[in-house]
């Protein structure tokens, strides 16, 4: 290297430092800037500043959503700004928490002795059912409630029903409410929000069920769309009038499906509330309305058991009911008069049964499709409409779906028969056979 190219590298070197040294200050500059303005931006709210020992302002939260920091105040305030909608939402979403519980006085009290003893005679007319099909739309119909009545099942739910909608539309009775003889003890379950277009709607089920339910449990988003089941824990006046205009004009009992509140002394009061408002049977499901997904949050069996040592009716938990083993442990538990299962039903429809192991396993492989066959000879003695028996079909072979996956997408491809779903269980079966 000549003398000449060395000076020019060291010019060079030093025209970098150079560089560096004034991007550095204009970095410096730039940020001390940012803190400038948003110094004075604190100033023209009327926020109150400070500066901490590692250079950032802290002002008023309320209006910041926290301290604004030197060395990334866009990114924080474009946080804190994003973050501001989320908390009305959660406010409006959560305003059942600050309800008051209606307190019914004892002299308006329908828990006298006389009603009280009237249901529990209603409980014992039925059998003293412990183990219940839960109500499911589009689920729990007629033909699926025999197939469970067959496997141990000894008292059932219709599938949750728009009360308006059951007044206004013959076509959506017809297809809604179906039932025979055999179909008994049979709850029907209604959700609504208004106290006449209930009772309309019940009217036209008195003479072919044992009771009529009131969905106070579903947590859905159609739920908070139409101002029913747990979203009128925020209009617990209307749940008392409901349940009274009931109990005091139908000639059969009102009973009532609900989930908890995620204080118990509340749970307690809302119990207790149904219970003087008229409810004869109660049905408590062991998650709030947040806890909507029922693999991630277990069923609280403790404050179901709170509620059954509180009242004088009887009591059913719902939550955990997987298998019959599950069942049995919830009743010694709980100290509760019968047990719902909803979702392992739907893919083990002989829970219930004593004849199969208490864990639920299936007795062979080819269990699933035995069971589907079942059920679709039901499909052809009870009209069920497709959108139903394809939920099921689903649900029943999940598990082979997971190893078959040639055999969903033949059935998602395919026009929905049930001489479709028999091709393929007993394709399944002779499968399983052979191998």
């Not at 990334?72 to 501001?84: E, L, V």
Request: charged share 30%.
């Amino acid at each position: 290297m000549t003398a000449a190219d060395a000076e020019s590298g060291a010019a060079t070197t030093k025209n970098i430092a150079n560089d560096n040294n004034n991007n550095k200050n204009s970095s410096d500059r730039h940020s001390e800037g940012l803190v400038i303005a948003k110094r004075r931006k604190l100033e023209a709210n009327g926020a109150e500043k400070s500066k901490n020992t590692d250079g950032n302002i802290s002002g008023n939260v309320a209006d910041l959503g926290g301290g604004v920091s030197t060395h990334n105040s866009d990114h924080s305030t474009a946080k804190n700004k994003g973050s501001q909608p989320k908390k009305k939402e959660k406010k409006a979403h959560y305003k059942y928490l600050t309800a008051e519980i209606p307190t019914i006085p004892k002299e308006k009290s329908l828990a006298t002795p006389e009603r009280v003893e009237k249901a529990w005679k209603f409980f014992r007319d039925m059998g003293e059912p412990k183990w219940h099909v839960a109500p499911m739309v589009d689920a729990s119909e007629l033909a699926f409630r025999m197939l469970c009545r067959k496997y141990g099942a000894t008292c059932a739910y219709t599938p949750m029903m728009h009360a308006r909608l059951f007044n206004e539309t013959e076509k959506y009775r017809k297809e809604q409410f179906t039932t025979c003889a055999e179909d008994r003890p049979l709850l029907t379950q209604f959700c609504a929000n208004d106290p006449q277009v209930l009772l309309s709607a019940a009217r036209h089920v008195e003479a072919h069920c044992d009771a009529v339910d009131i969905n106070l449990g579903c947590p859905q988003r159609i739920a908070r769309r139409g101002n029913y089941g747990s979203f009128l824990m925020e209009d617990l006046e209307t749940v008392r009038k409901m349940v009274y205009t009931l109990a005091t004009e139908l000639s059969i009992p009102v009973t009532c499906k609900i989930r908890i509140f995620p204080e118990r002394e509340k749970t307690l009061q809302y119990a207790k509330m149904l219970e003087d408002a008229g409810c004869s049977l109660l049905a408590v499901h062991g998650r709030t309305r947040e806890q909507k997904d029922c693999r991630e949050v277990r069923a609280d069996w403790s404050i179901i058991k709170d509620v059954k040592d509180s009242l004088k009716i009887p009591v059913l938990a719902n939550g955990n009911i997987r298998n019959l083993k599950d069942a049995k442990d919830c009743l010694e538990f709980t100290g509760c008069d019968g047990v719902l299962s909803a979702g392992p039903l739907l893919k083990n429809p002989t829970l219930f049964s004593d004849e199969r192991p208490e864990t639920g396993e299936p007795p062979c492989p080819e269990d699933p499709c035995n069971i589907l066959l079942e059920y679709l000879d039901l499909c052809e003695t009870y009209d069920t409409p497709q959108r139903m028996i394809r939920g099921h079909v689903h649900k029943l072979l999940r598990s082979w779906f997971e190893v078959f996956p040639d055999v969903r997408e033949r059935m998602n491809n395919e026009v929905s028969t049930v001489q479709l779903y028999r091709d393929v269980a007993h394709e399944r079966m002779n499968n399983e056979v052979s191998t």
